[in-house]
């Protein structure tokens, strides 16, 4: 009996020392807390104006809104923002981004409208400081370059940043090159996560039993329920980012329930 007692003791030692987030203070997360960000900007659903493009960004940036956007490498190794590992559905060219140099891309348009690719340098030149910035990287390509050219960038950015990823190396890169920077660990429940990664991998991320090696201090979980390690994480102290709220979402319900919440489709209050 007591040798069992003794061992989920230990079993559970372990598990909250695998999950345990990193401190933040109140300075760190008051710029971010109470706050909505826009999904990939203030883009339209019919994409006129298109998801991570600079009107989308110039939009959320004039409506008072915090934006979340992603962040990838050309083949020359330049910081561009843009979301699908390949450039089919919003260009029309089956092929990966870092297949192409900066210059090449600007030669596509995104779904079919004016706007183009741009770089992270131009969107923050855009936002200008002027709201907070959700900064999502993207594991694919040399993802330690990504990191450390989207870092220098951010170090001359005069307004309030902070970082994630779903890929836990990534964020243990901040951590040990930039911990200074305040980062998350993105999470999604394992029947998502699923379809894109071994069984194994998804139940690890999605219980976050890699926060042992990448130490964030807000964890963004995509809407809907939450498993006990989750909230665990968020009882011991991370901040709580919702991604994605739509307008079928009940917001009132996740006003209460997470610090900030990235959004599309629909224009809610600026903070909450």
């Known amino acids: 009996m007591w040798i069992m007692l003794a061992v989920l003791l230990v079993l559970i030692t372990l598990w909250l020392a695998m999950i345990m987030p990193a401190r933040s203070t109140k300075e760190q997360r008051a710029p971010f807390c109470g706050r909505m960000y826009a999904h990939r900007g203030l883009f339209s659903a019919d994409q006129r104006v298109p998801e991570n493009s600079l009107a989308a ?33 919003a260009c029309g060219v089956d092929a990966r981004v870092d297949a ?5 891309l600007q030669q596509l348009s995104l779904f079919g409208t004016t706007e183009k690719i ?3 340098s131009d969107v923050l030149d855009a936002i200008g400081g002027r709201i907070p910035i959700i900064v999502e990287l993207k594991s694919g390509g040399d993802w330690q370059t990504l990191c450390r050219e989207t870092q220098q960038l951010l170090q001359a950015y005069k307004g309030d940043f902070c970082v994630e990823s779903f890929h836990p190396m990534l964020v ?3 951590y040990l090159h930039a911990p200074q920077i305040f980062r998350g660990q993105l999470s999604e429940a394992a ?3 699923r379809k894109g990664l071994p ?5 690890l991320m999605s219980r976050l039993l890699t926060n042992i090696l990448t130490h964030p201090q807000f964890i963004a979980y995509r809407v809907g329920p939450k498993c006990l390690s989750v909230r665990l994480c968020e009882g011991l102290g991370a901040m709580r980012v919702a991604w994605t709220a739509r307008p079928t979402d009940d917001h009132a319900a996740l006003t209460r329930q997470n610090d900030a919440i990235i959004f599309e489709h629909y224009r809610p209050d600026m903070h909450f």
């Open 57 to 89: 960004f110039r939009a959320a940036a004039e409506a008072g809104y915090g934006v979340e956007l992603d962040v990838q490498l050309t083949r020359d190794k330049r910081v561009v923002v843009f979301h699908d590992d390949d450039l089919k559905r």
């Open 100 to 104: 192409y140099t900066f210059e090449e």
């Open 118 to 120: 741009p770089l992270f």
């Open 172 to 174: 243990r890169w901040f």
């Open 191 to 193: 029947r998502f996560s």
């Open 199 to 203: 069984l194994y991998q998804a139940l």
